[in-house]
């Protein structure tokens, strides 16, 4: 079982930086490859960036690429996710996830299905 904590969201104008962090525990949370999801109202639950449990292995949706920056420390059972150059279409629910990495196939990688343990979210709004 691992447990999922997010924080650090809030309002920013378009344009502007914010970090998420993802802490997280429980047995063995160092095997677990760690994610970032988001979703907007009256939208599906989107790929955001994921990063394996080495910390040196990233993958980013289209949607983000350049502009976000996925990382962990393991010492500190943490994830985050800088954000940089914010765009109003940004603007979601964000949910930190939870994998025991295996394979890290792209379709587990980038299937919510894949990930058993979430966090609560943080609300992230970009204004325009």
């Known amino acids: 079982q691992v447990q999922v904590v997010e924080s650090g969201g809030g309002l920013v104008q378009a344009g502007g930086s914010l970090r998420l962090s993802c802490a997280f525990s429980?047995?063995?949370?160092?095997?677990?490859?760690m994610a970032w999801f988001r979703q907007a109202p009256g939208k599906e639950r989107e790929f955001v960036a994921a990063?394996?449990?080495?910390?040196?292995?990233?993958y980013y949706g289209d949607s983000v690429k350049g502009r976000f920056t996925i990382s962990r420390d393991n010492a500190k059972n943490t994830a985050y996710l800088e954000m940089n150059v914010l765009k109003p279409e940004d603007t979601a629910a964000y949910y930190c996830?939870?994998?025991?990495?295996?394979?890290?196939?792209?379709?587990?990688?980038?299937?919510?299905?894949?990930?058993?343990?979430w966090g609560q979210g943080t609300q992230v709004t970009v204004s325009s």
């Open positions: 996830a939870a994998q025991y990495q295996v394979l890290w196939t792209r379709e587990q990688i980038t299937n919510a299905r894949e990930y058993p343990y």
């Open positions: 429980g047995r063995n949370v160092n095997n677990y490859a």
């Open positions: 990063v394996a449990l080495s910390g040196t292995t990233w």
